[in-house]
């Protein structure tokens, strides 16, 4: 059999741990698929296999122990097993971008990938989520008998309604669209898949698009075209052609697409030619997506990175018997300080109501614990609230790394400077003044950061570290500063 190169693709990759989901089995995953080419035109009644399936658990545990994503497996390593490797051979794949469900496909935005999930000729398939990986079988079965005459088959279907307008295609090694010019990380019109097949066309046959266009009521959209024979995809795709629009679609508008392409009959022979014209109409709502790519805690303090199509993102964060939020900046960040230590659900939320996205979530879990209590003298941090003639306040701080977060709880608004040193066997850093301003109650952080060839150099030295922070709290109009001294010790 004539096999097609295979790619991975990671489809979320977070620096928190994901909320753990539940397996999604082969049948259930084969059953998604079939209704998702049914509504589309594409040849269903895909029979799962129970036998390609448990190749796909066994190698997703293979990608599970060995942290590992990829098209093969080491007879070395744990979790090996000839099925996994025969299964990891044959599918797709995927690490962290499930669940699949009934709406949502994981490989939707990852073209190449897609485009073998489409393949009309596939007659079985094995399949299976299970410990945050994914896999499915496109290239172990395609013998379904071919059709009696000449068709084509496309993704929208013709007549398809409420498509999205716009998505931001993303795979490895690259996708169809950086093989024509078009940077990763664009955000594109829908990608228009197209599937030639008849009586001689062999599940490996080669299609060379000779013309294509898309059209909208305001006239011909920049497409670019992808087929059987563009560098970087010749076996990657199912005899067929891809259009990309250049940028997003309207909303509520219908699309008219016109494909020929010559396709080579798979016995060989001369091409002949194949023409299509199908019409879809998109969505008056623009499809959105949201992320939560980062979160990082520092005591209570968190700070989380979204994405997000829509604008306006808020996070919201439920824990134990609260919950608070804070809208995402323009730097992509929503910080927050939550009120009790434990376990987080995290949420990104955007879209709906006036927007013109659709109203979409993306959640994650963080634990927090507030800093342990720093040595220090009679003004020291133990003391609970400190009063000085202008607010009352209180204070912490912590090292992580080679950075010392100070969090200062003010009643009122206040200023805060802090600075302070680092002394380790005989050897002193000074750690340079950050100052920071709040206008209404409630809590300000400042981080003072060791300088990488400082922290090597106290890394040398031996015996404690102790850290002296000096703190000026002062009121909105500076008056009322008072400095007081927080002492960390560390090893």
């Not at 989901?21 to 049914?38: K, M």
């Not at 629009?245 to 697409?257: D, Q, V």
Request: net charge positive; charged share 15%.
């Amino acid at each position: 059999m004539r096999r097609s190169l295979l790619a991975v693709v990671t489809l979320l990759a977070v620096a928190v741990a994901a909320p753990a989901r539940a397996d999604v089995s082969g049948p259930d995953i084969v059953s998604f698929l079939n209704a998702q080419r049914t509504a589309n035109g594409i040849p269903a009644g895909i029979v799962e296999d129970p036998t390609l399936s448990d190749g796909c658990v066994k190698h997703n545990n293979y990608g599970a122990l060995n942290h590992v994503l990829i098209h093969d497996e080491d007879s070395t390593k744990p979790g090996y097993t000839a099925a996994g490797k025969q299964a990891a051979e044959t599918s797709v794949l995927y690490a962290g971008g499930g669940p699949w469900t009934a709406a949502r496909n994981p490989f939707e935005t990852a073209p190449i990938h897609l485009h073998q999930l489409l393949a009309p000729r596939i007659d079985r398939m094995g399949a299976a989520e299970t410990q945050g990986y994914g896999c499915a079988t496109t290239l172990a079965s395609r013998n379904r008998p071919a059709p009696p005459v000449d068709i084509t088959y496309t993704y929208p279907g013709a007549g398809a309604t409420g498509w999205v307008t716009a998505q931001t295609a993303a795979e490895g090694p690259y996708t169809p669209g950086e093989q024509l010019g078009i940077p990763a990380g664009t955000q594109t019109g829908p990608y228009l898949y197209v599937m030639f097949d008849g009586p001689d066309i062999a599940p490996w046959s080669s299609a060379h698009a000779t013309a294509a266009s898309l059209t909208g009521p305001s006239g011909p959209v920049d497409v670019a075209i992808a087929d059987n024979t563009t560098n970087g995809l010749v076996n990657y795709l199912p005899p067929g052609m891809e259009l990309i629009p250049r940028a997003p679609l309207a909303t509520g508008t219908t699309y008219t697409a016109a494909v020929t392409a010559d396709v080579t009959p798979g016995g060989g022979g001369p091409a002949r030619a194949f023409s299509y014209t199908w019409s879809f109409t998109t969505s008056g709502i623009r499809d959105n997506k949201v992320k939560v790519t980062f979160a990082q805690a520092l005591g209570r303090a968190v700070a989380i990175s979204v994405t997000s199509d829509a604008p306006g993102a808020v996070v919201e964060a439920t824990g134990p018997g609260a919950t608070t939020s804070a809208a995402v900046g323009a730097d992509g960040f929503a910080r927050m300080v939550l009120p009790a230590d434990g376990t987080w659900q995290v949420c990104a939320r955007s879209g709906g109501g006036a927007t013109g996205f659709t109203a979409v979530s993306d959640c994650t879990s963080v634990s927090v614990a507030a800093p342990p209590p720093i040595v220090g003298g009679g003004n020291g941090p133990g003391d609970g609230n400190r009063t000085t003639t202008g607010v009352a306040y209180t204070a912490s701080a912590a090292l992580k790394g080679h950075t010392v977060r100070v969090t200062v709880k003010c009643q009122a608004a206040c200023r805060v400077r802090a600075s302070g040193t680092v002394r380790r066997g005989g050897l002193k850093v000074t750690l340079p003044a950050k100052r920071a301003t709040r206008s209404k109650a409630g809590t300000v952080a400042v981080a003072l950061t060791i300088a990488k060839k400082q922290a090597a150099r106290l890394a040398r030295r031996s015996g404690k570290r102790v850290i002296t922070i000096k703190l000026t709290v002062a009121d909105a109009k500076g008056a009322g500063g008072k400095t007081k001294t927080l002492t960390l010790r560390s090893r």
